[in-house]
């Protein structure tokens, strides 16, 4: 289930423009001969080598000819020879900012560092191409940007590709300075997301990825996890990554982290969120219980909250969300209402929502949840997991839409 209010707050920070165009913002009738010629070169028949990384782990084999990782203070790195003149890059972080600022903020860094190798100043770029995507259970971003450096008589022209995936053991970035080779690129980058050993990690009982949509473009995705601990609390995962196209040059990218912990009737224990917009973080706070008392601390641009709130009932987790919509499908009434914590609106208030039966559409449950001025319209299946969405935020519409589900929410 989707917090409206959080998503409401990412989508209002960066928004200006989303084009409703294609995945590839530049095709091939708006670049010269020389750039197309280039651009559809692969490689060939490409070894695969050993790709060992016991800290993270990773321990298989991978596309291309690996370098032996080289450790630095937070991060691992790699360099992948696919027999092109430039070599591969790949990083693996355990300690990031998300999957959608991280990306992109690799990407600005090194189209600099090749402008100062090169002597040559940062004339201009250009968002090439946008895809968002799930490999498996992992979501996966990946951004293209074109490049002009130095005057027009003597500039050279780049492509720096790049992609991201968020896994359960952490952040996996690779990025590509070369024309071309694009599908090579996203078979090595898809190789070294393979090659996590994803048996270090407890499997949660329930996952699910949704996409965003607006404008007819995938923006970005939802992750939600829900693992079960020994004393039989529920230990919940909200990961929420976009990206939005803000011009033809740039794109602004939005993550936001919630962890929580939820007893088994679906109370929350606690929880803590972080947003980071544009490599800043704009919030980092938590909620918990002290001496009978709701307590929220943490910092909102800067400035350090700390306040005991006046409300002393329940919060309802996420994973208590799923149980209330079971509750209120087994049941004769035509709605129910819950209270929430978020850090938007207000963190120092319970946030209600009220969920509305509508009846069925296409053999399914019809729900309406109104949250202040949102809306969601949405249906679920027989688990009580959403089939299909529309968010009415304001004057935005967005579509949400299912990418991968595993097990079953309210099945402990």
Not at 13 to 41: C, G, H, I, Q, R
Not at 138 to 154: A, K, Q, R
Not at 330 to 336: G, H, I, M, Q, V
């Amino acid at each position: 289930m989707i917090k409206p209010s959080s998503l409401a707050c990412l989508l209002a920070a960066s928004l200006v423009v989303v084009p409703a165009t294609a995945k590839d913002y530049l095709t091939s009738e708006f670049l010269p001969e020389w750039f197309n010629a280039s651009l559809v070169k692969e490689a060939k028949s490409l070894p695969r080598t050993r790709v060992y990384l016991p800290a993270f782990p990773i321990n298989a084999t991978g596309l291309g000819t690996w370098s032996e990782a080289q450790a630095d203070d937070d991060y691992w790195y790699f360099t992948v020879d696919i027999g092109s003149e430039t070599p591969v890059e790949c990083w693996a972080f355990q300690d990031y900012d998300g999957l959608a600022n991280s990306l992109v903020n690799m990407m600005k860094y090194s189209i600099n560092n090749v402008s100062a190798n090169a002597n040559k100043a940062l004339e201009s770029q250009y968002n090439f191409s946008l895809d968002i995507s799930t490999l498996g259970n992992v979501p996966v971003f990946s951004y293209d940007i074109l490049y002009n450096l130095g005057e027009s008589d003597e500039r050279v022209s780049g492509l720096m590709k790049g992609m991201s995936a968020e896994s359960a053991n952490g952040l996996q970035v690779c990025l590509h300075n070369e024309i071309g080779y694009r599908d090579t690129f996203k078979d090595v980058f898809t190789s070294f997301v393979n090659a996590v050993d994803k048996t270090a990690k407890v499997h949660p009982f329930f996952l699910a990825i949704n996409g965003l949509i607006m404008e007819d473009e995938l923006i970005g995705v939802v992750s939600e996890k829900f693992s079960k601990d020994a004393d039989g609390d529920v230990e919940i995962v909200e990961t929420t990554s976009i990206i939005l196209p803000v011009d033809a040059s740039t794109v602004s990218p939005t993550d936001s982290k919630v962890k929580s912990w939820s007893h088994a009737d679906g109370t929350l224990i606690n929880t803590f969120e972080f947003t980071v917009e544009d490599k800043e973080l704009t919030s980092s706070m938590g909620v918990s219980k002290s001496e009978g008392k709701w307590v929220i601390e943490g910092e909102i641009h800067g400035q350090t909250v700390t306040s005991e709130l006046s409300y002393d009932g329940v919060f309802v987790s996420n994973f208590g969300v799923y149980l209330e919509t079971e509750k209120l499908a087994n049941s004769d009434k035509d709605s129910l209402s819950y209270n929430t914590w978020s850090v938007d609106p207000d963190p120092t208030q319970p946030a209600t929502t009220v969920i509305r039966k509508k009846g069925q559409k296409n053999g399914l449950l019809q729900l309406l949840a109104e949250f202040q001025n949102h809306k969601i319209e949405y249906t679920v299946d027989d688990n009580f997991i959403m089939e299909e969405a529309v968010m009415k935020i304001g004057p935005l519409n967005i579509d949400v839409i299912p990418m991968y589900v595993s097990g079953k929410p309210t099945d402990l």
